[in-house]
């Protein structure tokens, strides 16, 4: 039987993923002053001994003022690489991929942990410890009423994040990585860039598409100089707010992207507007799979590898969408916190695992036994 696409293999510069599946990063707001601890380490670790091809470090500042909360990792200072090199390292030691995803919150810095309440900092947050600090973004303009309003980005600003990105990009590979993610999604800083909802300044950095995609793209250049492993780029395809970033902007961009030589554009979307979105005209009903056609519109416009990401539930959804060529690649979130093995499960419902082969070995001598036994009861046919 032929090996499933999802289960099939992938090189991207000398990189050998050794299935499709990726954990997205996901953050867990844990950390303190940037330093990963032991929380990081086994939140990770499960997913590379759940038998994912990549597992993603969350969100990872290069700047200290471009924290989303008190609790993001960094990566803005030497004193982040041992702890990081611990998680990659381990990773390694499972057969996944380390990667580590590279961002700036812009506006959406300096905010409230999401179980204290995922908006602006308060007097509680203040009382815990968690003080508000000064923050940057394209323009001046605050994502909301009663958020905290940005210092519109002067001329030093622009080499000193490209610094963040470049300095960011040598810790990553002192510490082991070998997959990089630029976020330029959700809101956060490079995609505050690229929307005119959120971009209207009036110099070289805003007002037409070019101008808007400009400091993003001096960005990704500047990381792709630094970094010869694989590059992947996370984009909001649409805003999904009317007058929005659209998918023909995502695709343009795209193109650029590969010309600067990323290798894998990561499609997800929404985000620009914070709270705000609630309020605004959705364009896009949410259901499983509801981002794969972003993936399937950029791999095809802009010929190059996507990876698809959002409400994608099972083993069969994955592999129908990478056969019908919507994606490379297949990111699992949410899905993979509710089953740190989901991988595991997925190889075993398309029929590639039934005897274990791709557990951990300290896991599958039990469960080779345990099918046994359950197959005496009559339990298993």
């Not at 499709?20 to 330093?35: K, N």
């Not at 309440?117 to 009663?146: C, E, H, M, Y």
């Not at 209207?200 to 001096?218: A, C, K, Q, V, W």
Request: hydrophobic share 45%.
């Amino acid at each position: 039987m032929t090996t499933p696409l999802l289960f099939q293999p992938l090189e991207l510069r000398g990189v050998t993923l050794k299935n499709r599946v990726v954990v997205s990063p996901m953050c867990q707001y844990s950390a303190e002053d940037g330093l990963v601890n032991d929380w990081h380490l086994v939140h990770l670790g499960k997913f590379a001994q759940g038998g994912a091809g990549v597992v993603f470090v969350e969100a990872t500042a290069v700047e200290r003022r471009g924290r989303i909360t008190h609790g993001d990792t960094g990566i803005w200072d030497d004193s982040h690489i041992p702890g990081l090199r611990r998680v990659a390292a381990f990773l390694k030691s499972q057969g996944a991929v380390p990667a580590l995803q590279l961002a700036h919150a812009g506006r959406k810095s300096s905010m409230a942990r999401p179980w204290y309440g995922n908006g602006p900092l308060t007097q509680a947050d203040f009382d815990r410890g968690d003080k508000p600090w000064s923050i940057v973004a394209p323009t001046d303009a605050p994502i909301d009423a009663d958020w905290i309003r940005p210092r519109a980005f002067a001329r030093g600003d622009f080499q000193t994040v490209l610094g963040a990105f470049r300095e960011a990009t040598r810790r990553a590979k002192a510490a082991g990585f070998e997959i990089l993610e630029v976020h330029s999604a959700h809101g956060y800083l490079l995609h505050t860039f690229l929307s005119p909802l959120s971009n209207t300044r009036t110099d070289e950095y805003g007002g037409s598409i070019e101008n808007r995609m400009r400091f993003p793209l001096e960005v990704i250049a500047e990381v792709r100089k630094a970094w010869d492993k694989p590059l992947f780029v996370r984009i909001s395809a649409i805003d999904d707010v009317e007058g929005g970033w659209s998918l023909e902007d995502s695709i343009l961009f795209a193109k650029k992207l590969k010309d600067l030589g990323v290798d894998i554009i990561d499609c997800s979307s929404g985000g620009i507007q914070g709270s705000a979105t609630a309020a605004a005209k959705m364009m896009v009903k949410r259901v499983p799979g509801f981002q794969l056609p972003f993936a399937s519109e950029v791999k095809g416009k802009a010929g190059m590898r996507t990876m698809a990401v959002g409400l994608i539930l099972t083993a069969q959804q994955a592999e129908e969408a990478l056969q019908a060529g919507q994606a490379d690649l297949i990111a699992v979130g949410r899905e993979a916190l509710y089953d740190p093995n989901w991988p595991l499960h997925a190889a075993q419902a398309l029929g590639v695992d039934p005897e274990f082969a791709r557990w951990p070995q300290q896991y599958g001598w039990w469960l080779t036994r345990r099918e046994g036994l359950l197959r005496k009861l009559g339990i298993r046919s």
